[in-house]
C-alpha cells in the first residue's frame, strides 16, 4: 500500500503535537499531584477529568493532544484505502447477515413446492366435499327443517375453505414472481461478473484456430483482434509485451499460447 507524501507528512506532524501534547498534559498532572498524574497516566479518559478539574494547567496540552489526534487521523482518513478498509469494518454484520443470492433462491423454490402440494391436497379434498354437498342438496326435503340447516353450516363452511384457497393460489403467484425476479437478476449479475475475453491472433496460426475452437465449444463469447490487419490491435499486442500468438486475456490476466486446462482455469 503507498500512501502519498503529503499524508504522511500529515500524519507525522500529527502524532508529533498529539505525543508533545500528551507529555505537557503529564508534566502539568505530575506537578497538581503524583495521584493526578497516574489517574492521567494510567486511568481511562484520566487526562479528560484533569483537564475538566484543572483547566488552566491542563489546557496547552490537552488541545494539543487533541489537535495532533486530529491531524493525524485526518491524513490516514484521506488515503482511499483506509476509507475502504474504515467503513467495511463498520458494517460486516449487515453484509454477514444478508442471504446470498443462490440462498433466497432456494429458499423461493422450497416455499413454492410446499405451497403447490399443499394447495393440490386441498383441492383434491374440497372436490371430494363438493360432491358430498350435492348428493346432500339432492337428498333433502323441504320439510326436514334439521337436515337443511346441516347443509347450511356445511355449505358455509366450504364457501370459508374454497376463500382460503384463492388466497393460497394468490401467496403461490406471489411467491412464483419473486422467484423469476430473483433469477432474472442473477442471471443479470452472472452476465455483468462475466470476465471479458480478449484473443489477438493470426490468420495463420494453429494454436489460435484451437483456441478459438475451445471458447466457441464452451459458448464463452470473446473479442478477436487480428495483429497482421489491425494496426492498432498491433499496437496494443506490442504494449502488452506479446511474443506470440495467441495471446490472450481474460479479465486481468494475461496468457501467451494455448493451453486449454490453463484458459479454462482463467475462465
Same mark, same amino acid.
Not at 13 to 25: C, D, E, M, N, R
Not at 98 to 120: C, G, K, S, V, Y
Not at 242 to 248: C, D, S, T
Not at 262 to 267: I, K, T
Given at each position: 500500500?503507498?500512501?502519498?507524501?503529503?499524508?504522511?507528512?500529515?500524519?507525522?506532524?500529527?502524532?508529533?503535537?498529539?505525543?508533545?501534547?500528551?507529555?505537557?498534559?503529564?508534566?502539568?498532572?505530575?506537578?497538581?499531584?503524583? $495521584?493526578?498524574? #497516574?489517574?492521567?497516566? &494510567? *486511568?481511562?479518559? !484520566?487526562?479528560?477529568?484533569?483537564?475538566?478539574?484543572?483547566?488552566? +494547567? =491542563?489546557?496547552?496540552?490537552?488541545?494539543?493532544?487533541?489537535?495532533?489526534?486530529?491531524?493525524?487521523?485526518?491524513?490516514?482518513?484521506?488515503?482511499?484505502?483506509?476509507?475502504?478498509?474504515?467503513?467495511?469494518?463498520?458494517?460486516?454484520?449487515?453484509?454477514?447477515?444478508?442471504?446470498?443470492?443462490?440462498?433466497?433462491?432456494?429458499?423461493?423454490?422450497?416455499? $413454492?413446492?410446499? #405451497?403447490?402440494?399443499? &394447495? *393440490?391436497?386441498? !383441492?383434491?379434498?374440497?372436490?371430494?366435499?363438493?360432491?358430498?354437498? +350435492? =348428493?346432500?342438496?339432492?337428498?333433502?326435503?323441504?320439510?326436514?327443517?334439521?337436515?337443511?340447516?346441516?347443509?347450511?353450516?356445511?355449505?358455509?363452511?366450504?364457501?370459508?375453505?374454497?376463500?382460503?384457497?384463492?388466497?393460497?393460489?394468490?401467496?403461490?403467484?406471489?411467491?412464483?414472481?419473486?422467484?423469476?425476479?430473483?433469477?432474472?437478476?442473477?442471471?443479470?449479475?452472472?452476465?455483468?461478473?462475466?470476465?471479458?475475453?480478449?484473443?489477438?491472433?493470426?490468420?495463420?496460426?494453429?494454436?489460435?484456430?484451437?483456441?478459438?475452437?475451445?471458447?466457441?465449444?464452451?459458448?464463452?463469447?470473446?473479442?478477436?483482434?487480428?495483429?497482421?490487419?489491425?494496426?492498432?490491435?498491433?499496437?496494443?499486442?506490442?504494449?502488452?509485451?506479446?511474443?506470440?500468438?495467441?495471446?490472450?486475456?481474460?479479465?486481468?490476466?494475461?496468457?501467451?499460447?494455448?493451453?486449454?486446462?490453463?484458459?479454462?482455469?482463467?475462465?
Amino acid at each position: 500500500m503507498n500512501f502519498p507524501l503529503i499524508n504522511i507528512i500529515a500524519i507525522g506532524a500529527g502524532a508529533i503535537i498529539a505525543t508533545v501534547g500528551t507529555l505537557l498534559l503529564l508534566i502539568a498532572a505530575f506537578r497538581q499531584s503524583i $495521584l493526578w498524574g #497516574l489517574a492521567v497516566l &494510567f *486511568a481511562p479518559l !484520566g487526562n479528560v477529568v484533569f483537564a475538566c478539574r484543572h483547566w488552566t +494547567e =491542563a489546557r496547552t496540552g490537552f488541545m494539543a493532544s487533541i489537535i495532533g489526534a486530529a491531524i493525524c487521523l485526518g491524513g490516514a482518513y484521506t488515503i482511499p484505502e483506509f476509507q475502504a478498509h474504515f467503513w467495511k469494518a463498520l458494517t460486516p454484520a449487515t453484509t454477514a447477515s444478508a442471504p446470498d443470492m443462490n440462498t433466497q433462491i432456494q429458499q423461493h423454490r422450497q416455499q $413454492l413446492e410446499t #405451497l403447490q402440494a399443499a &394447495f *393440490a391436497q386441498d !383441492g383434491a379434498e374440497l372436490t371430494k366435499e363438493y360432491q358430498a354437498l +350435492e =348428493a346432500q342438496r339432492k337428498a333433502l326435503k323441504p320439510t326436514d327443517t334439521e337436515a337443511i340447516a346441516k347443509f347450511n353450516v356445511a355449505a358455509a363452511a366450504y364457501q370459508a375453505r374454497n376463500a382460503k384457497r384463492k388466497q393460497m393460489q394468490q401467496e403461490i403467484d406471489t411467491v412464483q414472481r419473486e422467484l423469476a425476479a430473483l433469477l432474472e437478476t442473477r442471471a443479470r449479475n452472472e452476465v455483468a461478473n462475466q470476465k471479458k475475453v480478449v484473443m489477438y491472433t493470426t490468420s495463420h496460426c494453429p494454436a489460435c484456430k484451437a483456441a478459438k475452437q475451445f471458447l466457441a465449444q464452451k459458448g464463452v463469447p470473446y473479442e478477436e483482434i487480428d495483429v497482421e490487419t489491425s494496426r492498432d490491435g498491433a499496437q496494443a499486442f506490442q504494449k502488452l509485451g506479446g511474443r506470440g500468438v495467441p495471446l490472450i486475456l481474460v479479465g486481468d490476466k494475461k496468457m501467451e499460447g494455448f493451453n486449454a486446462q490453463a484458459l479454462e482455469a482463467a475462465l
